[in-house]
């Protein structure tokens, strides 16, 4: 619907002031009207409607957020999402399972491949098909990086929302860097593609292990910058705890995953739980709060972005030299030697681009720990190259339901850190 | 009846069924290459070999009958591996031609290879060079490297066609498909080679890098070239029509058709008249003007409703769908009551051959005269118009095969009001120019010689303005005060079914892919 | 790898499952769309279920290849149990009502929203069952297979905004 236009003031007739509205800023429906009000009556107060969005400065994302507001309190909030569908599951049903990952890469844009490999992961599944050790480790380093950029994102625009413009250029900056090694592996920054159904596109570049020290040390001491800046700064824990609270049950009841859930003190995460690619071999931390404020919310972002570059350290300590695809030609496009020279390699690389991978008929859910939580991917195949259903489980999704009562009867300036701390990315909420 | 099991699957068949026919009957799928159902058993590529109990050796499927008690394996390890090693040996020598080769896309051997096999080359050699792109006849070019050798081409010239043109030549890894020295391949079903060739070796002369076939989209209809009405493929590509393909039919072609047919969709691509067109006799002498249907209808009907009916000749084609022969029918019987009819069409002495084609080259004759035998009219033939005593005259179509004297006749007549679709004789007489659509822009029916009703499908959109001659002759009708109303070819037909005895019991929607016999054996 | 809830369902509800499969590690229970609530209210109270976690709900449009034409499928997670389901209903084109589980778990509002939106599936007791994803003078349901891939959707008329502001 439209927006509403604000209510006009009320003028002040020939013959006086008109009666009076009895105020209704009221937090619950039983408390009594503050005794100054009531005695003075000095506020004509009418509820206000205020459109947020969904083209605002403040919040990431395009979204509406229609408030209804008694003053500054928020009686109620009406969120809307949709701006940014681009019917990416529509698309999906003409496209074959390869040609998804492009549109894969942008859902969750600030983490791509934390997507490309979601949606692989899923299409294997469904295949029944395994991939090599190293494919495994790659896979998980780069999940891992794109993990660490969304948080970063988020760490960093919450900051920019409350007045801290220096830790958000410091949170860039970090996020520049890592996303530099991205480009030099992947070819870009954002839509990377790098993932394929049974493999990856190509294989680590030769001088990637010391280019990730490299930026793992500017992003640390990015970070650590970031954290003596915000973690105890009286004006971002004033403005950032006991703000957003949400609870352990009623997150679960939301669909809650991810840094939100966890942060209500909820010990889940896809990577524990249901270990996929290599994670059971790794060693790591899974921080959890206990309040579901924003304060937490912060916390743990920061600190899985340290528990990721563990994880990476990990995975290239135990990787071996070894292929990146599975060598079914079935699932995966022959060498380009073998393509160019040989008829065989260009009868499979024919199929394989003109039809497809073939996934069996059948139905997977496939999900993985994404930035946000849990990322899932449910197809339905036909037994043919093309998917006959997609739908991708967004984490924010089930999140921004959660909004509403996160902040109904608080101020309106603490709907600014707890938007940015939930860190609602539109390509992924709205496909 | 022998019992047999096919991958632990019981089936009874006839007795001398073979292996392949009982799969089928299962709905099992076994690879082949030169087996084809229209033609004789070579069992020369061994793609079908399956495991049985009664053989040490893998047997091959399309020629071995089935015993009762039989035990076959399709999916067993060993012939996983014979399947394997069948493509391997059959790509040996096969040219990375795929990028320009037309078959891609419908390639039996991509197809197999890309199922069954899937492994990489182990040759380390040159491969052996055959004739490339070498012209065999009129519509058919072979690509000698690409050969399988299994003489489907070879069997079916032989077989189908009567003409022995095609032949294997030299032995091993140089045989060759060949025409005899001097010779060509151009008897006239050679284009049937092309399609039931499983790979690109033989391929059409007329279709060659025209469009890949993954572009086409496809329409069943029927070819209205003769009055055999062979039931084909259209396909089509942007709203173009690219090919015809001969679709099965066991009561009316088999697996064929005739290359007259087959190239015959390329006489109808240009020099179309898609807009109604009204001669005015204006004080500055004759001219034409392109107008909107309804005026030129408004001219027509000013025309046929001026003079009594006796006064109108009507010409009708064999061409006319049977639900636009119902509605002509309607029009002739009601407002045009007394009117003159004459009948066209094309010649019906062509060639005629006892393979499939007709003499008769008009698609409906029979579904006209079952149409109108209630009506009691026939028609004289067009070659003896005669313009006396006729102030108006109606042409459905403008295929008509006639003389310079029938011309000449026409053009006597002061109000010719021509329902046609391409620039012509017709459309220069025409005062009155209604744009017809092609038999392959309209829904309809067409009646082979044999009295076989087959639908045909719109593959074409046709333009805004071209309508069917059903529709003109309803539109007419409605103006000159006859009660017609039909929304689509559907209704018209339903109608039929209940006014047109020999179309009685005959359902619209039933007529898909198995056609329908009219109950013409009682007319 | 969750045949324990399978087999609880079909011992509680032995005529509300109509079929179960299992592929690929994931188990799957249709019901019987009457019976829905009352199934996923066992599945959420009883302690050996506990899904107390609505994963997602979406719709799936099986034009062509299966009747009924629609699916709404149902996904659940126990954080406690650890373990995962599947739960499908069947919904005819000519009967689009699901009764809503929003009284089972909060989470499914903007889902089943969105089944709404893409498939025009109407989730009985909903309390607001609006658009969400499309603007709301969208006509038709994008994702059912009839709507065309590029399909164009009529202009909207600019809005007017008030001249005056008293």
């Known amino acids: ?431 | 009846m022998p019992t047999l099991k096919i991958d632990g699957r019981e089936v009874t068949v006839d007795n001398g069924r073979t292996i392949l026919q009982a799969a089928e009957a299962l709905g099992i799928e076994v690879p082949t290459f030169c087996y084809h159902p229209g033609l004789s058993i070579a069992a020369n590529c061994r793609m079908c070999l399956v495991d049985t109990n009664k053989s040490p050796k893998p047997v091959p499927a399309c020629h071995a009958q089935v015993m009762d008690g039989m035990e076959v394996h399709t999916q067993s390890e060993r012939i996983k591996r014979t399947r394997s090693a069948v493509l391997e040996f059959i790509l040996l020598n096969h040219p990375v031609d795929c990028p320009i080769c037309d078959q891609a896309g419908e390639c039996v051997l991509q197809d197999h290879y890309f199922k069954y096999s899937a492994q990489p080359s182990r040759l380390f050699h040159r491969k052996q060079h055959k004739s490339k792109a070498k012209v065999l006849g009129p519509d058919v070019i072979l690509d000698a490297e690409r050969c399988i050798l299994c003489t489907r081409c070879v069997r079916f010239c032989d077989e189908v066609a009567k003409q022995s043109q095609l032949d294997v030549v030299n032995r091993g890894e140089h045989s060759e498909i060949t025409t005899f020295p001097g010779m060509q391949l151009d008897n006239p079903y050679a284009g049937n080679t092309v399609d039931i060739c499983p790979v690109g070796a033989l391929t059409s002369l007329h279709f060659r890098f025209k469009t890949r076939v993954w572009f086409l989209q496809t329409e069943k209809s029927v070819c209205p070239e003769c009055a055999r009405g062979c039931t084909i493929r259209i396909d089509t590509f942007e709203n173009t029509v690219r090919r015809y393909k001969p679709h099965h039919n066991a009561k009316v072609n088999g697996y064929w058709m005739c290359d007259e047919g087959r190239v015959s969709f390329q006489d109808y691509l240009e020099g179309r008249m898609e807009g109604p067109t009204v001669l005015d006799f204006g004080p500055n002498g004759t001219r034409r003007f392109a107008t909107a249907t309804q005026r030129a209808l408004d001219e027509a009907t000013r025309a046929l409703a001026a003079s009594d009916a006796k006064r109108v000749a009507v010409v009708v084609t064999p061409w006319l769908t049977n639900e636009d022969a119902y509605v002509v029918g309607e029009l002739l019987k009601g407002p045009l009551a007394g009117a003159k009819v004459y009948r066209g069409g094309r010649t019906t002495s062509g060639t005629q051959d006892d393979i499939l084609r007709r003499a008769d080259k008009n698609p409906n004759a029979k579904g006209l005269d079952a149409v109108w035998s209630r009506l009691g009219l026939t028609g004289a033939p067009l070659a003896a118009f005669s313009a006396v005593n006729t102030d108006t005259v109606l042409i459905f179509g403008d295929n008509h095969m006639v003389g310079n004297e029938t011309l000449v006749e026409l053009e006597k007549v002061p109000n010719r009001i021509v329902i046609g679709a391409f620039k012509n004789a017709f459309w220069d007489m025409a005062t009155v120019f209604l744009p017809a659509r092609l038999h392959w822009e309209k829904d309809g029916t067409f009646t082979n010689f044999e009295g076989v009703v087959q639908r045909l499908r719109r593959a074409v959109k046709p333009a805004p303005t071209a309508k069917s001659d059903g529709w003109y002759a309803m539109k007419l009708g409605q103006a000159l005060g006859a009660r017609l109303d039909f929304a689509t070819p559907r209704d018209i037909f339903v109608a039929m079914t209940s006014g047109v005895s020999a179309f009685a019991g005959i359902e619209y929607d039933a007529l898909g892919d198995a056609s329908h016999t009219t109950l013409m054996g009682a007319a | ?166």
């Open chain 1, 1 to 431: 619907m439209g927006g509403h236009a604000p209510a006009p003031a009320s003028k002040a007739g020939p013959s006086g002031p008109p009666p009076l509205a009895k105020s209704t800023r009221l937090m619950r429906a039983d408390a009594e009207p503050l005794k100054h009000e009531a005695e003075h009556n000095i506020f004509h107060s009418e509820l206000m409607t205020v459109a947020m969005g969904p083209s605002h400065p403040a919040t990431h994302g395009t979204m509406q957020m229609m408030l209804t507001l008694d003053g500054e309190t928020i009686v109620d909030v009406d969120v809307k999402i949709g701006y940014l569908h681009r019917g990416f599951e529509k698309m999906s049903e003409v496209a074959t399972y390869n040609q998804v990952i492009p549109y894969a890469d942008r859902l969750n844009y600030v983490s791509p491949l934390c997507n490309n490999v979601g949606w692989v992961l899923a299409v294997e599944k469904a295949l029944g098909l395994d991939v090599p050790d190293r494919c495994k480790y790659i896979r998980m380093i780069v999940c891992e990086m794109s993990r660490i950029t969304d948080h970063l994102t988020a760490i960093g625009a919450g900051a920019l929302e409350l007045g801290g413009f220096t830790p958000f250029l410091y949170a860039i900056q970090g996020r520049e860097a890592l996303w530099d090694v991205v480009e030099e592996l992947t070819g870009a920054r954002m839509t990377t593609s790098y993932t394929r159904v049974g493999g990856l596109r190509h294989d680590l570049y030769a001088d990637f292990e010391k280019r990730y020290r490299e930026t793992r040390a500017e992003v640390e001491k990015l970070l650590r910058d970031c954290d003596k800046l915000l973690t105890k700064n009286r004006i971002f824990v004033d403005r950032m705890a006991n703000v957003g609270v949400i609870g352990a049950e009623d997150a679960i009841d939301f669909g809650f995953t991810g840094p939100c859930l966890r942060s209500t003190g909820v010990d889940y995460d896809v990577r524990v739980a249901a270990p996929y690619l290599h994670y059971s071999r790794v060693q790591f931390d899974v921080p959890v709060g206990h309040k579901g404020d924003n304060y937490d919310r912060y916390l743990c972002r920061m600190e899985e972005i340290h528990q990721s570059f563990k994880i990476i350290d990990q995975c290239l300590a135990q990787m071996e030299p070894g292929p990146i695809n599975s060598p079914d030609w079935n699932v995966v496009l022959p060498p380009k030697e073998q393509v160019y020279n040989t008829i065989e390699g260009m009868i499979a690389h024919f199929k394989l681009i003109m039809e497809g991978v073939k996934v069996p008929a059948g139905e997977v859910y496939g999900y993985t720990e994404a930035g946000n939580g849990e990322l899932g991917f449910y197809i339905v195949s036909d037994g043919s190259g093309r998917p006959w259903r997609v739908k991708c489980r967004p984490p924010c999704f089930a999140i921004m339901q959660g909004l509403k009562p996160m902040i109904v009867g608080s101020s309106m300036a603490d709907i600014i850190p707890t938007f940015d701390t939930i860190n609602m990315i539109g390509g992924e909420i709205d496909r």
């Open chain 3, 1 to 166: 790898m969750s045949q324990s809830v399978v087999d609880a369902i079909q011992a509680r509800f032995p005529d509300a499952v109509v079929s179960t499969h299992a592929w690929r590690g994931d188990d799957t229970v249709v019901v019987k769309k009457a019976q829905l609530v009352e199934v996923c209210r066992f599945l959420k109270d009883d302690p050996a279920m506990d899904f107390k976690m609505p994963v997602d709900v979406c719709g799936v449009d099986y034009l062509g290849f299966k009747e009924p034409r629609f699916e709404v499928v149902y996904h659940l997670y126990s954080l406690t149990q650890k373990h995962r389901i599947r739960l499908k209903v069947e919904v005819p084109e000519s009967d689009l009502h699901v009764p809503t589980v929003i009284g089972v778990w909060r989470g499914v509002d903007w889902f089943e929203r969105e089944a709404w939106d893409m498939y025009g599936i109407i989730f009985d007791g909903h309390p607001k069952l609006e658009r969400i994803l499309l603007y709301p003078e969208f006509v038709g349901h994008p994702l059912r297979k009839d709507y065309p891939q590029r399909g164009y959707q009529p202009l909207m008329p600019m809005p007017t905004l008030p001249t005056e502001v008293s």
